[in-house]
């Protein structure tokens, strides 16, 4: 069962979380080094990366390596999944922006459907 999130923010906010732990398990300075190369080769910064899936995506294949990206998006995604409540079952055959758009309509239905049963709920209750 998925956690209570809102959409939008918190779907940023918990995107950001999830590769700021990824990249930890990789250990500070590798961390630090992904981060600013990605700002200073790619500009890309820590705070839009939610907004260009894509464009990171990229950025890390080219810092990385096909594999070495594959890897932590992997480590990512499960622990973007583990945060809302969600089974992870590795790539399943879709990209990794894919995925990334998938939790984030998840997130945006759960919303829309929590608002719509409060509302009747509240209804009900008049």
Not at 108 to 117: F, G, H, L, M, P
Request: proline share 2%.
């Amino acid at each position: 069962m998925a956690k209570n999130f809102a959409h939008g923010n918190n779907f940023e906010r918990l995107l950001l979380d999830a590769i700021d732990e990824s990249l930890n398990a990789l250990g500070e300075t590798v961390k630090a080094t992904v981060l600013f190369l990605l700002r200073k080769n790619f500009n890309l910064q820590r705070r839009e990366m939610p907004h260009n899936p894509r464009r990171f995506e990229l950025a890390f294949r080219k810092i990385l390596g096909k594999k070495g990206s594959e890897v932590v998006e992997d480590l990512i995604l499960k622990n973007l999944y583990t945060k809302l409540g969600f089974k992870h079952n590795e790539f399943d055959g879709e990209g990794f922006c894919e995925h990334l758009e998938k939790v984030r309509r998840m997130i945006e239905n759960k919303t829309i459907s929590q608002i719509w049963n409060s509302k009747l709920k509240y209804k009900g209750n008049a």
